[in-house]
């Protein structure tokens, strides 16, 4: 994608942040494009800190769940929204033209022209805009297959090309690969949606509209959108036990369940996997760096540790304390975290650090009441 239209598309989600899509026009008319900038202003600073692999791994998610509902002949129009929410999410991180590329893969060069029975003509087509445009347009290019195929043949189908995608991604694959899956995972959205006789256009509008469904905000607050449940704890080797009671205690007041890291030092990468695993586990962090202005130890397990935490989890449910740091280890620190912006809450003792995280779990209670399921 080129920068223009990569700075169109923010233009475009900033917009959007005061005056509503679809107080503007139908969402039946939204093109393709319209909707990737519709998520990335939902989503777009929620997924800042995720991964490719993680969004890749919540598409998987996503897909496999539609296998339930299709078993016992449920709904899956909800499940489908958010496969294409998803697709369009990951399209929005990778600054793909996801509509160009489609029309390039199914458009100019379609795998199969006898779909067309001769009675058609790809010429005859213009490249769809709508939603709406695309699922006619794939429907018609594979309308002999779809007579044969089943909206089960069609899931399986989509599976493996999700999972084909998670294992491109996996072995670096040159990006025109990776994301040539991100068109046939839509291609498959549509004709799924086809065979079960949905609008796509129809389903995702009903989910999500212009707001996430879940805390319902025109820019996902994701602070507060998803549970809090388990919260990292990682200790410095100097810390004293009452205040690590100080730090349980206050964690399990508010709810949390400690997940506590268990490699003490750095000694091989199973440790920093081991660390991975846990935080990929959880919602929060509180982490209690050591400060050794003695020896010049550095604790590099948590100083990992904390990175990661800032890369798989929410900015802002990650607190990091340290006991009266000296100017020397948090000028580190600024060094390390510069990207980040990193806070770090100094404190003098059990009661001291009691009283803090106690605060800043308050608030963040507190947010999460203020904000919960309200219209914006």
Request: aromatic share 8%; glycine share 6%; with cysteine.
């Amino acid at each position: 994608m080129s920068e223009d239209t990569l700075m169109s598309r923010k233009e475009s989600s900033s917009m959007e942040e005061s005056s509503l899509m679809g107080g503007q026009r139908n969402f039946p008319d939204l093109s393709l494009e319209e909707w990737l900038t519709k998520f990335g202003r939902i989503y777009g600073k929620r997924h800042d800190k995720h991964t490719t692999e993680y969004m890749i791994s919540r598409l998987v998610e996503e897909v496999a769940e539609l296998v339930s509902p299709m078993e016992s002949r449920g709904d899956l129009g909800p499940g489908l929204a958010d496969v294409f929410s998803w697709t369009c999410s990951l399209a929005y991180k990778l600054n793909v033209d996801l509509a160009a590329l489609t029309w390039q893969k199914y458009g100019k060069n379609p795998p199969k022209l006898e779909s067309f029975h001769g009675s058609l003509a790809l010429n005859e087509f213009s490249q769809p805009q709508s939603l709406k445009e695309w699922q006619s347009f794939v429907s018609k290019l594979y309308r002999q297959e779809n007579a044969t195929l089943s909206p089960m043949n069609a899931l399986v189908a989509l599976m493996k090309d999700v999972g084909d995608l998670a294992m491109l991604n996996r072995k670096r694959a040159p990006s025109d690969q990776t994301t040539s899956k991100l068109a046939a995972i839509l291609a498959w959205t549509l004709t799924l949606s086809q065979l079960l006789k949905l609008d796509l256009s129809e389903v995702v509008y009903a989910k999500y509209d212009d707001h996430c469904p879940v805390c319902l905000r025109v820019t996902c607050d994701t602070d507060i959108c998803h549970p809090m449940v388990n919260m990292f704890v990682s200790f410095g080797d100097t810390i004293k036990d009452e205040e690590k009671y100080a730090l349980l205690d206050t964690i399990g007041k508010f709810g949390f369940q400690a997940v506590l890291g268990k490699s003490a030092e750095v000694s091989s990468t199973k440790d920093l996997s081991t660390s991975l695993d846990l935080i990929s586990k959880c919602d929060a962090a509180c982490l209690v760096l050591t400060d050794d202005g003695i020896t010049k130890k550095i604790d590099y397990r948590q100083i990992f540790e904390a990175l990661i935490c800032y890369s798989v989890l929410s900015k802002g449910n990650i607190w990091i304390f340290t006991q009266n740091a000296s100017d020397e280890f948090k000028s580190y620190l600024e060094g390390v975290f510069s990207s980040e912006r990193l806070s770090v809450s100094n404190y003098s003792d059990s009661g001291h650090l009691r009283t803090i995280l106690d605060s800043k779990l308050r608030e963040l209670e507190g947010k999460k009441k203020r904000t919960s399921p309200v219209s914006s």
